[in-house]
């Protein structure tokens, strides 16, 4: 089974300003994805980027970018110039890219990030 | 703009009383969930249809049932709500499975008991 960690419940930022959130997990399994969603509040999750584990480069999405540290099982969240419409909670998730499960999203609780005029 | 649409928003029902959650998609996409989010922390996985088969997560309570009568549309019935059953509950949609097929979501309906 998998499991995702986000260690900070809870972040602040000061717009304009570049901020990490930190997501570690653990799997057995050899090719897999790796994602970001964004949940504003009262609003509908949104995917923010994607990372395939077989791709050693790191995946950019405008201001948003990933650190992806296959070895070390680690998927940090890179926000540059942070805007007050970033405030958000962020969810890492896992799926694995075949097998019984990979229908099934496995996600971590969740950091929940604002964004500071 | 293609989207999944969940209706209603905001629903109220009372302990015990059933309830349906109604989900839509203009995706046509093969693959619809349903998820169970508390507050504060990360969605929950309830069951999910590919295409016509039905696939329930191991420890979703028989209380949760759901039907998908059509492509676009499909449905979470609570039979006998508990107060334990108050939560947002999610709809998403993704074309296949695997990741290569991200998962969409609706906006959501918050469920309250009374």
């Known amino acids: 089974a998998q499991t995702v960690t986000q260690s900070q419940p809870e972040m602040s930022v000061q717009e304009a300003e570049t901020v990490t959130l930190s997501c570690t997990y653990d799997t057995s399994e050899s090719n897999y994805y790796l994602f970001w969603y964004k949940q504003p509040p009262s609003r509908q999750m949104i995917l923010v980027i994607r990372?395939?584990?077989?791709?050693?480069q790191n995946a950019t999405e405008n201001r948003f970018s990933v650190n992806f540290q296959k070895a070390a099982k680690s998927f940090s969240l890179k926000i540059s110039d942070s805007q007050l419409g970033d405030t958000a909670m962020y969810f890492c998730?896992?799926?694995?890219?075949?097998?019984?499960?990979?229908?099934?999203?496995?996600f971590g609780k969740g950091t929940l990030l604002t964004v500071n005029p | 703009d293609a989207m999944v649409i969940q209706n209603p928003r905001y629903q109220v029902t009372q302990f015990g009383k059933p309830v349906t959650l109604s989900c839509s998609q203009t995706?046509?996409?093969?693959?619809m969930y349903w998820y169970q989010q508390k507050s504060s922390q990360a969605p929950k996985l309830l069951f999910h249809y590919y295409d016509k088969d039905f696939n329930n997560e191991a420890d979703t309570p028989d209380n949760f049932q759901s039907r998908r009568p059509n492509t676009s549309f499909c449905f979470l019935d609570i039979r006998s709500p508990g107060l334990g059953d108050a939560a947002m509950y999610l709809c998403?949609?993704?074309?296949?499975?695997?990741?290569?097929?991200?998962?969409?979501f609706g906006d959501g309906t918050r469920l309250s008991i009374l």
């Open positions: 995706l046509n996409h093969n693959v």
């Open positions: 998730a896992f799926i694995p890219h075949s097998g019984g499960s990979n229908y099934k999203l496995t």
């Open positions: 990372q395939e584990a077989y791709k050693q």
């Open positions: 998403a949609t993704s074309s296949g499975v695997g990741g290569n097929q991200p998962q969409h």
